[in-house]
């Protein structure tokens, strides 16, 4: 492959593309040609105030439906600003739009975390059409991000198998597990592996095991799942706060941190690992965050901390330090191959200070000081670790005190869970996996 070579110096600049007359924009949008609008804003034939204006006059004219359309083409394919406000002005002309356009609209809106507006189109689809297979699942992955996995389950199972394939009723089963729904669970499990055959990909082990942590924990499934019992069953992770009115689960609703906050957060993970048992010896940090974060620590826990490095030998006692765990390493390649084998056969142990729900990071960590929607971090990338550490342990700092102070509750966590938390294993322990962006919180009792 050829790369483009850079014009001569003093060559005259590139010429811009043609621009689009209006009358043909106006042709395309008027036959609703979606994919051939997006191609000429690539191609930079058009300039988005021009589209949106386009917008205006589609939905003046009550075209909901083609407005509909052109709204999730911009925020699916191109992530512009302001999603929910376009969302929310279709949502005007819901009642000209049809479930399928309307659910294409909400699936963008939940790849971009606009839960709240994307209920809302949801809600639309189903006024629209009750039993629509799409609007339905995309109903149950919004309950289940919220942590109301009966709901979820409720939706999904009016699903028809046969959209939902193999996954889609693997997803099933596990909103059935987590909802307390064991003959649901097995159905749908049996199902999803009928629906496989063939299907290299497949893979049931995630439900399976996850059934087996909680026969393991004897649960009772009478009682409510909290957010830190789901991410020990899940995961093996330990969450050390969580969300101090208890809206949503304890999950969402967490205000982006003051300095005084991560400094009283990094203390009592310092303290969550000491009661676990767990070795603390060495820190390492593999992004800019993470050196804040591993400078912390070591401060609190007098323990060494250093930039990872392929060359870096890990030994039991070992953490990777991580400000958000949706943060991928800043490092040279092989650093970053060395790091993704040590968390992948689970050598090297993690605390994060963030797990940011829904942004589908890379790995969750062993020990998480809280989730929340966003990863918001007080301090910028490029400021002084010594001096933003300083300002965690500033007294005059004030908190924000949007997080229970749980002291007696994490402890009994502790105690109860911690056979199954992979920071008290000895290796060789569980490999580190993938966020799933709709960890169920609490079921209803009985």
């Given amino acids: 492959m050829v790369e483009d070579a850079l014009p001569p110096e003093g060559a005259p600049p590139p010429i811009p593309p043609a621009e689009l007359p209006e009358e043909e924009l106006i042709r395309l949008v008027d036959e609703g040609r979606i994919a051939e609008i997006e191609r000429v804003l690539r191609e930079q034939n ?20 083609l407005a509909t359309a052109l709204v999730s083409m911009l925020i699916g394919r191109f992530h512009v ?7 929310e002005r279709v949502l005007t002309r819901a009642d000209t739009a049809g479930a399928d356009e309307l659910a294409d609209l909400a699936a963008a809106l939940m790849q971009q975390e606009r839960l709240i507006t ?28 919220r942590g109301a996995l009966d709901d979820a389950f409720t939706s999904i199972a009016k699903v028809n198998p046969k959209v939902l394939e193999s996954s889609g009723l693997l997803l099933q089963a596990r909103y059935a597990l987590l909802s307390g729904r064991d003959k649901a669970y097995q159905s749908a499990l049996a199902l999803a592996k009928k629906a496989a055959r063939g299907d290299d990909a497949f893979d049931p082990s995630v439900v399976e095991d996850l059934e087996g942590r909680i026969r393991l924990a004897a649960l ?26 208890g809206v949503d689960g304890g999950r969402f609703d967490m205000e982006p941190m003051a300095y005084a906050d991560v ?54 006692g070992a953490w990777l330090a991580m400000g958000s ?5 800043h490092l040279e390649n092989k650093s970053v191959r060395h790091l993704a084998e040590a968390l992948s056969t689970g050598e090297l142990r993690t605390a994060a200070l963030i797990l940011p729900c829904g942004w589908r990071g890379p790995i969750v960590p062993d020990v998480i000081g809280r989730i929340t929607g966003d990863d918001e971090l007080p301090w910028a990338i490029d400021d002084e670790v010594d001096d933003t550490v300083e300002l965690f342990f500033d007294p005059d700092d004030e908190s924000k005190e949007d997080a229970a102070d749980d002291a007696d509750v994490l402890g009994r966590h502790i105690e109860r869970f911690g056979g199954i938390l ?9 490999g580190h996996v993938p966020f799933l962006d709709e960890t169920p919180v609490p079921r209803r009792a009985p």
Avoid: C
């Avoid at 300039?47 to 439906?65: F, H, I, S």
């Avoid at 600003?81 to 969302?87: K, T, Y």
């Avoid at 765990?325 to 390493?329: E, N």
């Fill in 118 to 145: 994307a209920r809302k189109v949801v809600d639309a689809a189903l006024a629209r059409d009750a039993h629509h297979d799409r609007a339905q699942y995309l109903s149950a992955r919004l309950f289940a991000r």
């Fill in 325 to 329: 765990a949706g943060t991928h390493p």
């Fill in 81 to 87: 600003a302001r999603a929910s406000q376009l969302a």
């Fill in 220 to 245: 009772d499934p009478t009682q409510p799942m909290t957010l830190r019992t789901s991410m020990a069953l899940e995961y093996g992770s330990l969450l050390v706060e969580v969300e101090k009115s």
């Fill in 422 to 430: 992979r920071a008290a294993q000895v290796a060789p322990r569980p």
């Fill in 263 to 316: 400094g009283t957060l990094v203390r009592r993970m310092v303290d969550a690992i000491r009661s676990l048992g767990a070795p603390l010896t060495m820190l390492y940090h593999a992004t800019e965050d993470g050196e804040i974060v591993a400078a912390a620590m070591s401060r609190i826990a007098e323990v060494p901390y250093r930039e990872w490095s392929s060359s870096r030998e890990v030994e039991d």
């Fill in 46 to 65: 058009v300039r988005l105030p021009q589209v949106l204006e386009q917008l205006d006059r589609v939905l003046a004219d009550g075209l909901g439906n």
